[in-house]
């Protein structure tokens, strides 16, 4: 079992700066992957950025400038500095945790993140 908790959501104006936090605990200890993804009302839910445990990352197209996916393994916690933040990124952030070689995801509760124009 692994237990993710979210933080750091929050209203901001559009241009504006955001930092989102997941706490891992639990079955930890192992290798594995990190990811935010959200879902914006009425739409799936898609990928944001993710991280391997190297710190290898890959960002969504929309995204690429301007969020920063990061990890402190030590600490078991996941990062999003998400900056010039647009309306279109209004959702709810959800983070996710899977362990190497693993098909089993494990999900935050999420964190709602509202841009205003």
């Known amino acids: 079992q692994v237990q993710l908790v979210e933080s750091g959501g929050g209203l901001v104006q559009a241009g504006g700066s955001l930092r989102l936090s997941c706490s891992a605990s639990?079955?930890?200890?192992?290798?594995?992957?990190m990811a935010w993804y959200r879902q914006a009302p009425g739409k799936e839910r898609e990928l944001v950025a993710g991280i391997t445990e190297g710190g290898t990352t890959n960002n969504a197209d929309s995204v690429k400038g301007r969020f920063t996916i990061s990890r402190d393994n030590a600490k078991n916690t996941l990062y999003l500095q998400m900056n010039s933040l647009k309306p279109e990124d209004t959702a709810v952030y959800y983070c996710a945790y899977r362990p190497l070689g693993s098909t089993q995801t494990w999900w935050g509760q999420g964190t709602q993140v509202t841009v205003s124009s």
């Open positions: 639990g079955n930890t200890d192992c290798i594995s992957t």
